[in-house]
Every structure is written in structure tokens, then in C-alpha cells.
């Protein structure tokens, strides 16, 4: 509800909490991942998404979500190269990865010729 109203910094430390309380809460890593997204400071969101991906099965529709999240945020902030090879081995590891979204979405940052923009394609 903070993150809708734009009071992100309130959303932040109320997860920070949250996470105190329940560190092996995969909402609670994943929207402290998100958050940070939000506030651009994508290095922190990619260490809350990697925690959040550690608490899933490998595979998983959550592992999924947060291995693609976790190249946005990798991308983001300016690790190109691990972005495009995190999403190749998920992808080569588990061919069905994730649902239509997910996977239109990973397509979208499938790497392309280095200089092309923000964007890995």
C-alpha cells in the first residue's frame, strides 16, 4: 500500500523490519527487491533477489520470477554480461522457464550487441 501511494521510503524500512522478523519470508525479499528498483538502487535490489531466489526451488514459477528480477536489477545497474548469462543458464537448465509473461519478459532483455542502450536487446 506505501509503494502505491509513492511513500517508498516508508515501504522500505517497513520490510527491513518485516525481514528482521522473517528472514526467510520470499515476499518480504522479493518486494525489498522491488522497492529498491523503485528508489534506483538496483545493487541492493540484486542482493534481495538473490535471497529471494535462494528460498526457492530451483525451477519454480517463484525461482522463475525472481531469476528474471534479479537480471532487471543486474542490468540496471550496469552488469550487462551477468544479466544476459544468469538468464542463458536459467533458460538452458530449465527450458520451460516461467510463465508467457515471464518468458516475453526475458526474451525483452535477451542479450544483443553491446552499446544497444539500457535495455540488453
Known amino acids: 500500500a506505501l509503494t502505491q501511494e509513492g511513500k517508498l521510503n516508508d515501504a ?3 520490510l527491513e523490519a518485516l525481514a528482521t522478523s522473517y528472514p526467510e519470508s520470499l515476499a518480504v525479499h522479493m518486494d525489498r527487491g522491488r522497492v529498491d528498483m523503485l528508489l534506483k538502487q538496483p545493487a ?3 542482493e534481495h533477489l538473490r535471497k529471494a531466489r535462494g528460498l526457492c526451488k530451483p525451477g519454480s514459477a517463484p525461482w522463475c520470477e525472481a531469476t528474471l528480477a534479479l537480471a532487471e536489477a543486474l542490468l540496471a545497474d550496469g552488469h550487462r554480461q551477468a544479466a544476459a ?3 542463458r543458464v536459467s533458460a538452458a537448465l530449465y527450458p520451460d522457464f516461467g510463465s508467457p ?3 516475453l519478459r526475458s526474451k525483452e532483455l535477451d542479450p544483443g550487441p553491446k ?3 539500457d535495455r540488453l536487446r
Open 12 to 14: 522500505r524500512k517497513h
Open 44 to 46: 541492493a535490489a540484486a
Open 85 to 87: 548469462d544468469i538468464l
Open 101 to 103: 509473461e515471464l518468458k
Open 115 to 117: 552499446g544497444s542502450g
